[in-house]
């Protein structure tokens, strides 16, 4: 059953490049929904019992090299996989009316990306997740590079090389821990008692790699002109799928096998974390481009999660889950309300927009409620992923989850704008078609996912506490350090 998580989306990624042109778009969702169940199998088979399910061959695979077929899951991982197959088909069919839904190589890459996320997630061997890490760079980088704004170029530029020094960062780091361990197996590279110094180094080289990927302050620059600059479905799996790599790498491989560098990270970490918190909601407010604001919007929610991380206390983890999860969804969400309305307006920006209320009733409603998810509102899956995050920042450090906090207020601020300013006022435009079906669908299946989470959050906890209550027996809290 697991090795179908490798072989669908491989195969769905060749064979769509022969499909006609008129079936690629029922094609990918077709495949993105096979993919879907194969993981949703592998949920329905866990034992949920916090271990890790390993398949695969643990023995070395390159004698010379340490390289070990190591893979496997355990809640977080499958939670991970479960977001991810959600998000693709969900982004998929929000392009249904995009001439990009059915371009050969846009489908064919988005299935080669959920391959790299679907080998970072349940690899359990160093050097294989750093392989599929690389691999999700390739397929975003030319979706953005194909299909993006004519002035993307430089931009992307900036991502690639950012991204890929980061990568080499974290390589050079694995290596360098790995000349002390029997293999790049994820057990033996615990297994290395290495002083607090030289944990800090190697933990360093890790930590770059993710803190641009999320990104943290001040790591942040290529993010917002990337975003802004991809095609819609682009920015979806940036947003809400690919920078979700770091923060679980962060819980897998960053504090578990440097425990011994959290004694010099940890402040440093979470400050600059909180920093990127308020600095991006700030910047967020003064954007004119709604696509802007919902790039420095993210970056705020994600540094919040990171800091939270960092905490590496077990209720600040269990909302990190939550609100991983709940960030994924809406960011998929108000990327398509920004993609309906430039795909009608031909703008994004906020002074020329207002009075869609009127003419698009359905959409109003579906952008609102998707505003009050975002700035996690009680019953929506992101207020008990705050409340808990925030509840471990404030008993870390009272100044710093006081400043954290502050995202409460900011994030209504930018969000509400935002939806005031498109929403309601002077009609800006003759016409404003309401919702398609396909976008009604994605917008609704989102909020009642997230409505169900914030009225039951038990379902993401329940199923990833055994894991990350095992993720912190075999780590030093940061106070044994």
């Known amino acids: 059953m697991e090795v179908l998580l490798f072989i669908l989306p491989v195969f769905f990624a060749l064979s769509v490049l022969i499909v006609p042109k008129s079936g690629v778009r029922a094609y990918g969702i077709i495949g993105s929904l096979a993919v879907l169940g194969v993981v949703i199998a592998c949920m329905m088979q866990y034992s949920n019992d916090g271990t890790v399910h390993l ?104 991502f690639f090389i950012y991204t890929f020094v980061g990568s080499l960062a974290m390589l050079a780091a694995l290596i360098g821990l790995k000349v002390n361990a029997a293999s790049f197996q994820i057990e033996d590279l615990k297994a290395v008692i290495l002083t607090s110094k030289t944990a800090c180094w190697l933990a360093l080289g890790f930590f770059l790699a993710f803190a641009i990927k999320i990104p943290i302050f001040p790591f942040h620059t290529w993010q917002p002109d990337t975003y802004t600059k991809s095609p819609m479905a682009g920015t979806m799996l940036l947003s809400g799928i690919m920078l979700k790599m770091a923060l679980y790498g962060m819980i897998r491989w960053m504090i578990p096998l440097f425990p011994e560098a959290m004694s010099c990270l940890q402040y440093p970490v979470i400050i600059l974390a909180t920093i990127g918190v308020v600095y991006g909601a700030i910047i967020a407010i003064k954007q004119k481009d709604m696509k802007r604001v919902f790039a420095f919007a993210s970056m705020s929610h994600v540094g919040l999660i990171a800091a939270a991380i960092m905490v590496w206390d077990f209720d600040a ?146 199923f990833v506490n055994p894991s990350l209550k095992i993720v912190l027996e075999t780590v030093s809290t940061p106070s044994g350090l």
Do not use: C
């Open 55 to 158: 398949f695969g061959n643990k023995e070395e695979w390159l004698r010379s090299t340490g390289i070990t077929m190591s893979f496997g899951y355990d809640g977080i991982s499958l939670l991970m996989l479960l977001l991810t197959a959600v998000l693709v088909p969900l982004i998929l069919v929000s392009n249904f009316k995009n001439e990009l839904a059915e371009n050969r190589l846009f489908t064919s890459m988005v299935f080669f990306m959920q391959l790299g996320l679907i080998g970072v997630f349940i690899s359990m061997d160093g050097l294989w997740f750093y392989v599929f890490w690389e691999i999700t760079l390739i397929p975003i980088f030319l979706i953005s590079w194909w299909f993006g704004a004519p002035e993307r170029k430089a931009a992307l530029m900036k």
């Open 317 to 462: 983890l269990s909302g990190s889950m939550v609100q991983i999860v709940n960030h994924g969804l809406v960011a998929v969400g108000l990327f398509l309300a920004v993609e309906i309305i430039e795909r009608r307006t031909g703008t994004r920006n906020l002074p020329d927009l207002g009075g869609f209320a009127k003419q698009a009733p359905k959409f109003a409603f579906w952008f609102a409620v998707l505003a009050f998810a975002s700035v996690s509102v009680p019953l929506t899956s992101g207020f008990i992923g705050e409340f808990l995050m925030l509840k471990g920042l404030v008993q870390f450090d009272m100044i710093i989850g006081i400043i954290a906090g502050t995202t409460l207020i900011l994030g209504a601020v930018y969000t509400f704008r935002a939806y005031q300013l498109s929403m309601y006022g002077p009609v800006t435009r003759d016409q404003f078609a309401d919702l398609h079906w396909s976008e009604l669908i994605v917008l609704a299946i989102i909020i009642i996912a997230v409505v169900i989470l914030g009225v039951y959050p038990a379902i993401i906890t329940d």
